[in-house]
């Protein structure tokens, strides 16, 4: 069900430390998205705090889309997926790879709500798709894709009736 291989062909990640950067097939994913604009966002992350994986997993799925790549700041050669998401049945599932994004909050000023703006936006986005509930009857979804700091969230729901 995960969006990866979990095979036994991980690799330690050593205490080495990685970079979060938009994927090049998750860039407009909310998710990877800490500003509006591209340049921004770009800078947004750029000035993330290093994080660790513990394993080093590069097995994902056929149907998988990487959002987030982990890049080692010791070797530039040195890419891994970070968060990976594949579509499952009328859901998605997703796996994150390092452990320590607290990272993200501790380590940055207190007025940088990256960390904030990065776990709404994956969790929105949990909500964003439509969520089977009793035999197909309800369904939920937020909206706008992009949620910034200090703006509203309206949040739909449908309910279809049958007689």
Same mark, same amino acid.
């Given at each position: 069900?995960?969006?990866?291989?979990?095979?036994?062909?991980?690799?330690?990640?050593?205490?080495?430390?990685?970079?979060? +950067?938009?994927?090049?097939?998750?860039?407009?994913?909310?998710?990877?998205?800490?500003?509006?604009?591209?340049?921004?966002?770009? %800078? +947004?992350?750029?000035?993330?705090?290093?994080?660790?994986?513990?394993?080093?997993?590069?097995?994902?799925?056929?149907?998988?889309?990487?959002?987030?790549?982990?890049?080692?700041?010791?070797?530039?050669?040195?890419?891994?997926?970070?968060?990976?998401?594949?579509?499952? /049945?009328? /859901?998605?599932?997703?796996?994150?790879?390092?452990?320590?994004?607290?990272?993200?909050?501790?380590?940055?000023?207190?007025?940088? %709500?990256?960390?904030?703006?990065?776990?709404?936006?994956?969790?929105?986005?949990?909500?964003?798709?439509?969520?089977?509930?009793?035999?197909?009857?309800?369904?939920? /979804?937020?909206?706008?894709?992009?949620?910034?700091?200090?703006?509203?969230?309206?949040?739909?729901?449908?309910?279809?009736?049958?007689?």
């Amino acid at each position: 069900m995960l969006p990866i291989y979990i095979n036994g062909n991980a690799t330690p990640g050593d205490n080495q430390e990685f970079k979060a +950067a938009p994927a090049d097939r998750g860039r407009d994913h909310p998710a990877a998205r800490l500003a509006e604009q591209a340049d921004a966002n770009q %800078k +947004a992350w750029e000035q993330m705090p290093a994080i660790t994986l513990p394993e080093v997993i590069n097995d994902t799925k056929p149907g998988a889309t990487v959002i987030l790549e982990a890049r080692s700041t010791k070797d530039r050669n040195r890419v891994a997926p970070l968060l990976v998401e594949e579509r499952y /049945g009328r /859901g998605r599932t997703m796996a994150l790879m390092a452990e320590d994004t607290w990272r993200w909050r501790m380590m940055l000023e207190f007025s940088n %709500k990256s960390f904030e703006t990065f776990w709404r936006n994956l969790m929105r986005r949990d909500g964003h798709s439509r969520l089977p509930m009793l035999d197909d009857t309800h369904c939920a /979804g937020f909206s706008p894709d992009f949620f910034g700091v200090a703006q509203s969230l309206e949040q739909t729901s449908r309910v279809r009736v049958r007689l």
